[in-house]
């Protein structure tokens, strides 16, 4: 009766081992799973957040891309309306002696002065620079 006592005690132990572990991984598979999903959120969040950062982006290029179709929409109508100013004034030097003396002439200062500096590199570029 001994013997089936320690054996009841033995088994009832083992059961209480096996019980333990048991539940010891479960708490760690818990646990586990738990800090998965955290992450799995925190993932998602970043994803959220990339997907706003690239619209953004997005818009970003359509209205960089708006802004330089208008630049060079209106650099061709500048430079059309330099190119008619500079055929008429072309035309008043020939026709008009005195513009043409003029025009022979060495650029004033006091002009040169209210002048922007690319239309005084344009300038020298296209008629050279008299005014050293």
Do not use: C
Not at 13 to 31: C, K, M, N, P, Q
Not at 65 to 70: A, G, H, Q, V
Not at 77 to 91: C, N, S, W
Request: hydrophobic share 35%; no cysteine.
């Amino acid at each position: 009766m001994l013997l089936g006592t320690k054996i009841k005690i033995g088994v009832i132990v083992t059961l209480i081992g096996i019980i333990g572990f048991l539940g010891w991984r479960y708490e760690s598979a818990i646990r586990t799973t738990a800090q998965q999903a955290y992450q799995i959120t925190q993932q998602l969040q970043h994803i959220d957040d990339m997907s706003n950062r690239i619209d953004e982006i997005k818009e970003l290029q359509e209205t960089n891309k708006r802004l330089m179709e208008e630049y060079v929409q209106h650099t061709r109508e500048i430079t059309a309306e330099y190119k008619g100013i500079r055929e008429d004034l072309e035309i008043i030097i020939e026709q008009n002696e005195e513009a043409k003396e003029w025009a022979d002439s060495k650029t004033p200062d006091s002009i040169l002065k209210t002048l922007p500096p690319e239309m005084i590199e344009i300038i020298e570029r296209e008629i050279g620079d008299d005014n050293e």
